[in-house]
T-cell receptor, first 110, second 114 residues
Framework: QQPVQSPQAVILREGEDAVINCSSS?????VHWYRQKHGEAPVFLMI?????EQKGHEKISASFNEKKQQSSLYLTASQLSYSGTYFC???????????FGGGTRLMVKP | EPEVTQTPSHQVTQMGQEVILRCVPI?????FYWYRQILGQKVEFLVS????????KSEIFDDQFSVERPDGSNFTLKIRSTKLEDSAMYFC????????????FGSGTQLSVL
């Protein structure tokens, strides 16, 4: 079962913040976040394992609420380079296949 | 950083023809995957491969699809008789561990079925 992402699209001005959510109806072992630029392969951002941890990558961080089966990706002080489609991928058990959500298109304007 | 390489980058074929998409995973990786992405849509899992056999496959991966690791470096996806709806970007990915390791994606093969 694929995770559900929201919102489907976001338009920001440079310097603004955004939150992208990913939720699953099944218990999750891990959540992966990837960013894909148009015409390119998805690029890994971070993995969160069950345990409710929060991770950071420059000005991009994420949280994972195991009980709610949700993860959120936080983009702060957005830059033009943040534009792209963000996908969350979820695993129900360790080593399972990664199932991706429908993606969130982020556009950062000057 | 090491890369997953895919060839060709674009493939155009006629409906009903067989195509083979090729991938060279990162050399010390043991787990291999094929995903596809129809234009503007999400990345969909097709199949995972470990220890020379399929470990998981999706509903999309029907009898028309097969995967092979013919030698120590290549990993191929074959579509026996292509259909119009097989047109998509096909991504190969690999990882080195069994657990929740990050996937390394190749740059994809854009398959167009006419």
């Amino acid at each position: 079962q694929q995770p559900v992402q929201s919102p489907q699209a976001v338009i920001l001005r440079e310097g603004e913040d955004a939150v992208i959510n990913c939720s699953s109806s099944k218990a999750l072992y891990s959540v992966h976040w990837y960013r894909q630029k148009h015409g390119e392969a998805p690029v890994f951002l971070m993995i969160l394992l069950k345990g409710g941890e929060q991770k950071g990558h420059e000005k991009i961080s994420a949280s994972f609420n195991e009980k709610k089966q949700q993860s959120s990706l936080y983009l702060t002080a957005s830059q033009l380079s943040y534009s792209g489609t963000y996908f969350c991928g979820t695993e129900n058990n360790a080593g399972n296949m990664l199932t991706f959500g429908g993606g969130t298109r982020l556009m950062v304007k000057p | 950083e090491p890369e997953v390489t895919q060839t060709p980058s674009h493939q155009v074929t006629q409906m009903g023809q067989e195509v083979i998409l090729r991938c060279v995973p990162i050399s010390n990786h043991l787990y291999f995957y094929w995903y596809r992405q129809i234009l503007g849509q999400k990345v969909e899992f097709l199949v995972s491969f470990y220890n020379n056999e399929i470990s998981e496959k999706s509903e999309i991966f029907d009898d028309q699809f097969s995967v092979e690791r013919p030698d120590g470096s290549n990993f191929t996806l074959k579509i026996r008789s292509t259909k119009l709806e097989d047109s998509a970007m096909y991504f190969c990915a690999s990882k080195d561990g069994e657990g929740s390791e990050k996937l390394f994606f190749g740059s994809g093969t854009q398959l167009s079925v006419l």
